[in-house]
């Protein structure tokens, strides 16, 4: 089962190529779980497209609210696929430049 301490570790990566995902080493493990949860929503989901369309923003809520829940509770681990991270973050933060 993945630690969130790896998690951290490619946090630290990420937030140092893209300047998000930045956590510091007293932030609660919760802070991290967050974070990863919210950005693997959008590994085959566009936010610019999903942001135009309630629906799809209420779906994208209501399924972040259960994986998170789920992930505190110990009972669902991160898919921390690189790719699909970095990829999730770049479309993420195109939403910031508009």
Do not use: H, Q
């Amino acid at each position: 089962m993945l630690r969130v301490s790896e998690l951290r570790g490619i946090a630290r990566e990420i937030c140092a190529e893209y300047g998000t995902m930045c956590y510091g080493d007293r932030d609660p493990d919760e802070i991290v779980l967050f974070g990863f949860t919210w950005v693997e929503n959008f590994y085959y989901v566009d936010p610019v497209e999903c942001s135009k369309d309630l629906e799809c923003i209420e779906t994208v809520f209501n399924m972040y609210s259960t994986v998170l829940r789920l992930a505190l509770e110990g009972k669902y681990v991160v898919n921390n696929d690189r790719e699909l991270l970095e990829e999730a973050v770049k479309r993420l933060l195109t939403l910031s430049k508009r």
